[in-house]
């Protein structure tokens, strides 16, 4: 098997179990049910990894890894600090519209890993969290209202929500839906009547 | 026993069933496991509820039937469209950060219930959706430049999304979270280079 054949087929792997653990939840899936679903043999699972929990550890770090180095690609183009955050939300937003199920698991299954492996995925939030509050905080400048590390976890909730609603075949598609996340965190609703407005905004 | 001792005893059961589910899981949870968590015996659970799947029922409806009331008793006080959405945030937000078990239930579980159960719960939710998306409607009047259920459900993702991080006995105390997202959603982090701020805001 070549290196490219390999990647592929663990890609597929991952991909395939997150559509399982998403639909019918880590605890109640079975490695017996992801040879199922995949068209593997239970052997042929195993030589990719080596349990169930390291199948759950690799479908979440992929999913980290692949989006933080995607939001750090996507600010290199620019430096303006509103443009930067942007950026990051349209990234953000087509990635995981892409990848609903894995959406859905590192939410539903974030405590279903052993300790050390949730350790290791904690500290990937980590970095992502402090990455975008640093970017609001860069945006908000001195006549910040708002502390950087709740407006970071507001913009997540606000886009991690969408598996719990969104549609990406239906009205509103991806770019549009990145394209009003990113209106609402960097504008507001801007009510007629809000403060700012109201005193000459 | 009185009502008053009915209505306490099931408040008491539904609250102690949202800790065991959030902790441990909807399908991993036995009447047994609840009988032991509540102090209640099995014979006494069954007198309110007919088995599992009404006891995870009546947690998610009571919730979602007191957090609508509670908003709409918050709307009264104001007919100002950005007050009133500024109401309902902290309505919300102070709900939940007494409900944290309540609100990782609603969103871990929601698919747990039986079909007829779901449906009910989902009126209730669409509720709940289209009086966000009217007040949004109302606060971003003919100007609008983001779609109201996408503005709905980003608000409730911005809301929701605590469950997963937010300790109310830490820094940031629920009443200034609530403020925080409020001056967010309606004002946005007004980044000094955004568009509308760059051209004359």
Same mark, same amino acid.
């Given at each position: ?121 904690? *500290? =990937? ?5 402090? &990455?975008?509050? !640093?970017? +609001? ?5 001195? #006549? ?31 770019? *549009? =839906? ?5 209106? &609402?965190?960097? !504008?507001? +609703? ?5 403060? #700012? ?5």
């Amino acid at each position: 098997m070549t290196t490219h054949q390999y990647d592929e087929r663990l890609h597929n792997l991952l991909r395939t179990a997150a559509d399982v653990f998403a639909e019918q939840g880590y605890h109640a899936t079975s490695m017996r049910d992801l040879a199922k679903a995949t068209g593997m043999s239970l052997a042929g699972m195993y030589y990719y990894v080596r349990c169930k929990d390291e199948l759950l550890y690799q479908v979440q770090e992929r999913c980290f890894l692949s989006v933080l180095e995607g939001a750090r690609r996507a600010l290199e183009a620019s430096t303006d600090p509103g443009d930067r955050i942007d950026r990051v939300i349209r990234h953000h937003v087509t990635f995981f519209t892409e990848h609903m199920s894995e959406m859905k698991v590192l939410s539903h299954e974030a405590d279903s890993l052993t300790k050390e492996r949730q350790d290791s995925i904690n *500290q =990937l939030k980590k970095e992502y969290v402090t &990455l975008l509050a !640093q970017l +609001i905080g860069d945006a908000q400048g001195d #006549a910040a209202k708002v502390d950087s590390h709740v407006a970071a976890y507001a913009l997540f909730g606000m886009m991690n929500w969408i598996y719990t609603w969104y549609d990406p075949a239906g009205r509103v598609k991806p770019a *549009q =839906l990145a394209e009003q996340f990113s209106e &609402l965190f960097l !504008q507001g +609703i801007k009510s007629p009547t809000a403060p #700012a407005l109201r005193h000459g905004g």
